[in-house]
C-alpha cells in the first residue's frame, strides 16, 4: 500500500505540466457535455414516450378481452335470436353479464334449426357461460374492467354564432363511456364531475344524449352546449332505413395519438351498442368493434397479467371464446409502440458511440502523461515498484475522469431539465415559431431525469473511461526501465 501511494504522489503531474492540465481540463470538459446532451436528450424522449403511451392506454385501456369467432358462433351468442326471454335480438357483452346461460324455452320458443351449435359444455358437463366466468376470473384478479362498444355513424352539428351560422359534418367513430376508467383525466376532459354525468345513467332514454368531442372539432368552432344529431343506416326486411338521434356536446377532451382521435367521439354505452347491432359496424383498421377495457395496477404489468389471464382462460376451458391484447399489439398503435423501441435502441447506440468518442480524449491525455513521466516511471520500476501498481494509478486517473465528467454532466442536466420549458421558448423566439408542437410533444415537455438514462450514464461512462485508460496504463508497465535511464 505504502509503494502505491509513493507512486502515485510521484507521477502527480507538477505545476509545469501545463499541456497536461489542460488538456485534462478539456477531456473532463467534453466529456460532461456528452453527458449532459445525452442525458437531456434521452429524459425528454422518454419522457415524451412515457406521455403518449399514458394517453393513448387512457383512452383505449392498457389490456382488451375481445370475443373471438368461436363466440360469436356458439349457441351462447346465438341463442338470442330464437328466444321469446331475449325479445328475438342479440345481446351486448354487458347485457350477457347479467342474462341467463341458456333463455330458450322449448315449450314457448320456435324449434331450433337443424344447424344450431350445440351448447357448450364443460368437463363436466355443466353449460359455459363465457361472459360471467371471464368476469369472475377478473374479480378475482382484482383489476378494473369494463365493457366498451365501437360503432360509426354521421355527426351533424349545428353551429349558430351572432356572426354567421354553419352545419360541422363528418364521419365519426363512436367508443363508449367508461365508468371505472381511472385515467379520464388525462384525456383533459372540459367538464366537471364525470362521474356524475348522464353517461352514468340510462342516456338512451334522455330527449337529447350528450358527447364529448375531439378537442380538434372545438378548433373549428363547436362549443358545449352546441346540438345535432347522429345518422345512420339500419337494416329491415329487404329495406335499409336511415336513423337520427338528437345529441348536444357536454364537453371537449384530448385525444392525444390516438390515430383517429380528431374523428372520435365519446358516447353512452347504449347508443354505441344500439348503433353497432343496428348497423353491423368494422373497423378500418381491424379493431374489434366490442369487448372489455381491463385496466393493471400498472400500466407496465400487463404482459404478466395478460399471462396470468391466458392461464385462468384454460383452466376454466373458456380460453377459445376470447382473445387477450395488450397495447403493444393494438392495430392502432403497434407501429407506433415498435417505432418506441427501435427509436430507443438507436438512441443508445448513438449515445454509446458519442461517450466513446469523447472518451477518447482519456487516451490522448494519458498517452502524454505516459511520455512525460517516462523518467519518473522508469525509476519507480527501477527501486521494485510492481507493474500492476503502474497499469492502477493510470487506470484510476481515466475511471476518475470518468467520475468526474459524469458528476457535472448529471447535475448540469437536472438543472437544464428544471428550466427545459424556458429554454425552449427561448429558442423559440429566436427562431419565430415554436421549437415543439404542443399537438405531438404536449403543451409542457418532460423535466425528469429518467432512471434508465440515468443508469446508462453511470455504467457506460465510468467503464468506458476505465478502458479509455488501460490503453495508455499498459503502455506504461511496458516502459524499459534500463533503456530509459539511459536516454535520460
Known amino acids: 500500500m505504502y509503494e502505491l501511494f509513493f507512486a502515485v504522489k510521484y507521477l502527480i503531474p507538477r505545476k509545469n505540466s501545463l499541456s497536461t492540465a489542460l488538456i485534462s481540463i478539456i477531456s473532463v470538459f467534453i466529456i460532461s457535455l456528452v453527458v449532459w446532451l445525452v442525458l437531456v436528450f434521452l429524459s425528454v424522449t422518454s419522457g415524451m414516450e412515457k406521455a403518449w403511451l399514458e394517453k393513448l392506454t387512457s383512452f383505449n385501456?392498457?389490456?382488451?378481452?375481445?370475443?373471438?369467432?368461436?363466440?360469436?358462433?356458439?349457441?351462447?351468442?346465438?341463442?338470442?335470436?330464437?328466444?321469446?326471454?331475449?325479445?328475438?335480438?342479440l345481446k351486448t357483452l354487458k347485457e350477457k353479464i347479467t342474462s341467463s346461460v341458456n333463455p330458450y324455452d322449448v315449450d314457448k320458443d320456435t324449434p331450433l334449426p337443424t344447424s344450431f351449435?350445440?351448447?357448450?359444455?364443460?368437463?363436466?358437463?355443466?353449460?359455459?357461460?363465457?361472459?360471467?366466468?371471464?368476469?369472475?376470473i377478473l374479480k378475482e384478479k382484482n383489476v378494473l374492467y369494463d365493457p366498451y362498444e365501437m360503432s360509426a355513424a354521421l355527426l351533424r352539428l349545428q353551429i349558430n354564432r351572432k356572426t354567421n351560422s354553419s352545419v360541422l359534418s363528418q364521419m365519426s367513430y363512436l367508443i363508449s363511456f367508461c365508468p371505472n376508467n381511472p385515467h379520464y383525466h388525462k384525456l383533459e376532459i372540459?367538464?366537471?364531475?364525470?362521474?356524475?354525468?348522464?353517461f352514468v345513467q340510462d342516456s338512451a332514454t334522455l330527449d337529447k344524449i350528450p358527447v364529448f368531442l375531439p378537442k380538434p372539432l372545438q378548433k373549428n368552432g363547436a362549443c358545449i352546449g352546441d346540438e345535432g344529431s347522429l345518422q345512420f343506416l339500419t337494416k329491415s326486411f329487404g329495406s335499409v332505413q336511415e336513423q337520427?338521434?338528437?345529441?348536444?356536446?357536454?364537453?371537449?377532451?384530448?385525444?392525444?395519438?390516438?390515430?383517429?382521435?380528431?374523428?372520435?367521439?365519446?358516447?353512452?354505452?347504449?347508443?354505441?351498442?344500439?348503433?353497432?347491432?343496428?348497423?353491423?359496424?368494422?373497423?378500418?383498421?381491424?379493431?374489434?368493434?366490442?369487448?372489455?377495457?381491463?385496466?393493471?395496477?400498472?400500466?407496465?404489468?400487463?404482459?404478466?397479467?395478460?399471462?396470468?389471464?391466458?392461464?385462468?382462460?384454460?383452466?376454466?376451458?373458456?380460453?377459445p371464446f376470447w382473445t387477450i391484447t395488450t397495447f403493444h399489439d393494438y392495430e392502432f398503435s403497434k407501429e407506433l409502440m415498435q417505432q418506441f423501441q427501435s427509436d430507443r435502441t438507436l438512441l443508445t447506440i448513438i449515445a454509446t458511440i458519442i461517450l466513446i468518442v469523447a472518451c477518447s480524449n482519456i487516451i490522448s491525455l494519458l498517452i502524454l502523461l505516459v511520455n512525460d513521466?517516462?523518467?519518473?516511471?522508469?525509476?519507480?520500476?527501477?527501486?521494485?515498484?510492481?507493474?500492476?501498481?503502474?497499469?492502477?494509478?493510470?487506470g484510476l486517473c481515466g475511471i476518475t475522469m470518468g467520475l468526474v465528467s459524469t458528476m457535472i454532466g448529471t447535475i448540469t442536466a437536472i438543472i437544464t431539465l428544471r428550466h427545459i420549458d424556458r429554454l425552449a421558448n427561448f429558442i423559440s423566439s429566436l427562431q419565430g415559431h415554436d421549437l415543439f408542437h404542443a399537438s405531438f410533444f404536449g403543451a409542457h415537455l418532460p423535466s425528469e431525469?429518467?432512471?434508465?438514462?440515468?443508469?446508462?450514464?453511470?455504467?457506460?461512462?465510468?467503464?468506458?473511461?476505465?478502458?479509455?485508460?488501460?490503453?495508455?496504463?499498459?503502455?506504461?508497465?511496458?516502459?524499459?526501465?534500463?533503456?530509459?535511464l539511459r536516454s535520460q
Open 117 to 136: 351449435p350445440a351448447i357448450d359444455l364443460h368437463s363436466n358437463n355443466l353449460p359455459i357461460n363465457p361472459v360471467q366466468e371471464l368476469i369472475d
Open 244 to 319: 337520427s338521434l338528437p345529441i348536444y356536446v357536454l364537453g371537449f377532451y384530448d385525444p392525444g395519438v390516438f390515430p383517429v382521435g380528431s374523428r372520435a367521439l365519446i358516447v353512452p354505452y347504449k347508443i354505441s351498442a344500439l348503433i353497432n347491432t343496428s348497423s353491423s359496424f368494422f373497423s378500418t383498421d381491424g379493431t374489434p368493434s366490442s369487448g372489455f377495457y381491463v385496466w393493471p395496477k400498472k400500466v407496465l404489468d400487463v404482459k404478466k397479467l395478460k399471462m396470468h389471464l391466458q392461464k385462468a382462460l384454460a383452466n376454466k376451458e373458456i380460453a
Open 190 to 198: 372540459t367538464t366537471e364531475n364525470l362521474q356524475d354525468s348522464f
Open 373 to 394: 513521466k517516462k523518467k519518473e516511471i522508469a525509476l519507480l520500476q527501477a527501486i521494485g515498484a510492481p507493474k500492476k501498481n503502474i497499469v492502477f494509478i493510470f
Open 61 to 89: 385501456a392498457p389490456l382488451r378481452i375481445t370475443p373471438t369467432a368461436r363466440y360469436f358462433h356458439s349457441y351462447f351468442y346465438q341463442i338470442d335470436k330464437f328466444s321469446h326471454a331475449s325479445n328475438f335480438s
Open 449 to 484: 431525469l429518467t432512471t434508465n438514462a440515468l443508469l446508462f450514464i453511470l455504467l457506460c461512462t465510468p467503464l468506458i473511461a476505465l478502458v479509455a485508460g488501460i490503453i495508455p496504463a499498459w503502455r506504461a508497465s511496458k516502459i524499459s526501465p534500463s533503456a530509459t
